[in-house]
């Protein structure tokens, strides 16, 4: 699996889980938590959480849909979201650290159990029109958020190259999120 493939898979679950995490934030808190207060550790927790989350999505459309188009989507994620956790985790261990759980992450999983539930009660083109926009949603927040938020924030040099380059490559992963949209709408 290339680098490329990797780290186009990794950003385009992210994008999805933050998109769902943000907008579950309380309003009238105080101080409201924000992405941009998230350190490098927490950024590759919430990274590894939302692969966790597009991989159990795609394993979910691969289980339901029968359209060719969602089922190709979903083998491209499952295959690189499992690559680009495997990547992830061997740079923390290089870099000897452990990421950090958080209040961006809590909220993915909350967001995602609730999704797994409705788009489970669905099936066929209901199912596949369901996941398609949701995974562009989630690509299209992901773009937003690295390039707008976690890129300028990210301190390691490594982990910031690794964001820069991907970021190129999520375009393109949001391309064919589009694709998948216009091909069960029609």
């Known amino acids: 699996m290339s680098k490329n493939t990797i780290i186009r898979s990794v950003f385009a679950f992210l994008a999805v889980a933050i998109i769902f995490a943000a907008v579950s934030i309380p309003a009238s808190a105080d101080k409201a938590p924000s992405p941009a207060d998230l350190n490098d550790l927490e950024i590759a927790h919430v990274a590894y959480t939302a692969d966790n989350i597009d991989i159990r999505y795609a394993h979910l459309a691969l289980a339901k849909s029968k359209n060719p188009v969602v089922i190709e989507f979903a083998e491209t994620m499952v295959r690189d979201h499992t690559g680009v956790n495997e990547q992830a985790l061997a740079l923390l261990q290089k870099l000897n650290a452990q990421p950090q759980d958080n209040f961006l992450s809590q909220n993915l999983n909350q967001q995602a159990d609730q999704l797994v539930e409705e788009m489970s009660a669905l099936s066929g083109d209901a199912f596949d029109k ?9 690509h299209q927040a992901v773009n937003s958020l690295v390039e707008g938020t976690f890129i300028p924030n990210i301190q390691n040099p490594q982990m910031k190259e690794l964001f820069g380059q991907a970021i190129v490559i999520f375009k393109s992963h949001e391309q064919h999120a589009q694709k998948m949209v216009d091909a069960v709408n029609n």
Do not use: V, W
Request: no cysteine; proline share 0%; aromatic share 22%.
């Open 130 to 138: 369901k996941y398609a926009a949701n995974e562009l949603a989630y």
